[in-house]
Nanobody, 112 residues
Framework: QVQVEESGGGLVQPGGSLRLSCTASGSSLSIYRMGWFRQAPGKQRELVAGIGAAGNTNYADSVKGRFTISRDNAKNTVYLQMTNLKAEDTAVYYC??????WGQGTQVTVSS
């Protein structure tokens, strides 16, 4: 059983930065396509960024140029570096391995 856990959320002012981390137990994440998703109140969960096993990445248009997804297979961790944060980035952020295994989410709030 793969267990995924997110960390690194919090409260940040507009224009600020945060780095989210996603770790797993029960399996190496290196074999999976990984994704960061987010869900804001009253909205559907949406894909923010994805990274394949080979390192290929894709991003939602709304975060291109501001967010960077990366993976460190030696640490069994996937990161989401978020910069120039906006109020509309406020959401619960979820990590997913192969769109099958999900974490509990970490809250990101962007507010002054």
């Amino acid at each position: 059983q793969v267990q995924v856990e997110e960390s690194g959320g919090g409260l940040v002012q507009p224009g600020g930065s945060l780095r989210l981390s996603c770790t797993a137990s029960g399996s190496s994440l290196s074999i999976y396509r990984m994704g960061w998703f987010r869900q804001a109140p009253g909205k559907q969960r949406e894909l923010v960024a994805g990274i394949g096993a080979a390192g290929n990445t894709n991003y939602a248009d709304s975060v291109k140029g501001r967010f960077t997804i990366s993976r460190d297979n030696a640490k069994n961790t996937v990161y989401l570096q978020m910069t120039n944060l906006k109020a509309e980035d406020t959401a619960v952020y979820y990590c997913s391995a192969a769109f099958r295994y999900w974490g509990q989410g970490t809250q990101v709030t962007v507010s002054s």
